[in-house]
């Protein structure tokens, strides 16, 4: 894997579900920052306090611990469309988020959308839309992976319902398929990139070749699933061995991403290019991600060396 030492970010990625072997690869790749949506965890949550506790882990645990690794940890908070349909519960999540979606380093209101497209999930995703508008924040929006073509387009024509602008929304997990569409309606247009999946990398070369990089952001969606942390760095990686220029890589994995959730005022470069030295002799309530005897790592990280080369011994 070869990405000319290029400064990466992957917009979606559920580092709650991940290890630190993951966090130190991905540093090592040239991840600087990276966005962890608020999703379902696999097991369906029962109670709001769950969700009040995950939120918080998003802007305070796992914030500390991407820290630790060098790399810049930004969130979106929502309410997942899976567990929208669950409307009890759905409720009292909708009265936590706006305790949230204000804090440092939440860069948007998501992921939120359509799953199995149910009035349920409608009304929700409307619901976090006027959410958006009135605090000001991109919205990140998960799309359907059943029905997807039409799921996409009635997302975008409900954001333009209640008034957002394309460009303050992230249309995710696009295909070949819905991306025209997306871009046409001057929404921003996100690629998960899944091993062994129908979106794996060299479909993305093929779309940056066709589409260009005007709008079109890269990201891995990795999370508890059959996933891959460093689906950013490989697919950066092989657009350049394809013949993809340089500046067309930095926007799709890097500037597109930045300049998106940007509009947050949450996010700037200058947050990595001054500030990911490491100091993992740091706790956060009391906690370290070092376990007995480790060694801290104190200092600048870089993509050449890893953390190995800033042990304090
Ligand atoms: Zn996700």
Redesign the pocket.
């Given at each position: 894997m070869n990405t000319h030492n290029l400064m990466l970010i992957d917009p979606?990625i559920?580092m709650t579900s991940r290890t630190t072997d993951d966090y130190e690869r991905m540093r090592q790749a040239g991840i600087v920052a990276i966005i962890e949506?608020a999703?379902w965890l696999g097991q369906p949550r029962t109670e709001v306090g769950s969700f009040k506790d995950y939120f918080s882990s998003l802007v305070g645990w796992e914030r500390f611990r991407a820290s630790q690794f060098g790399i810049k940890h930004y969130c979106t908070i929502g309410l997942n469309s899976k567990e929208a349909n669950n409307e009890a519960l759905a409720e009292q999540v909708m009265e936590l988020l706006p305790l949230f979606v204000c804090k440092e380093g939440v860069v948007g209101v998501g992921?939120i959308g359509y799953d199995d497209q149910t009035p349920a999930e409608d009304r929700y995703f409307r619901a976090q839309l006027e959410l958006a508008k009135e605090v000001n924040l991109p919205v990140q929006v998960?799309t359907p992976h059943r029905d997807k073509k039409a799921g996409t387009i009635t997302s975008m024509e409900v954001c333009l319902e209640h008034g957002i602008a394309p460009d303050m929304v992230v249309i995710?997990h696009n295909n070949e398929e819905t991306v025209k569409d997306v871009l046409d309606r001057g929404f921003w247009a996100a690629f998960t990139i899944y091993p062994n999946s129908k979106m794996g990398n060299e479909r993305m070369v093929e779309i940056v070749k066709k589409y260009g990089s005007e709008r079109i952001i890269v990201n891995s969606?990795a999370?508890w699933g059959v996933s891959d942390p460093l689906s950013v760095p490989k697919t950066a990686s092989l657009m350049l061995e394809r013949g993809i220029s340089i500046e067309d890589v930095r926007k799709t994995c890097y500037q597109n991403a930045l300049d998106s959730f940007g509009k947050s005022g949450q996010m700037h470069e200058s947050d990595w290019l001054e500030g990911t030295d490491v100091d993992q002799r740091e706790k956060f309530s009391d906690n370290s991600v070092l376990r007995g005897g480790q060694t801290p790592v104190v200092g600048a990280v870089g993509t050449s060396g890893g953390l190995e080369s800033n042990i304090v011994r």
């Open positions: 979606h559920h949506p999703f992921e998960h995710d969606s999370d």
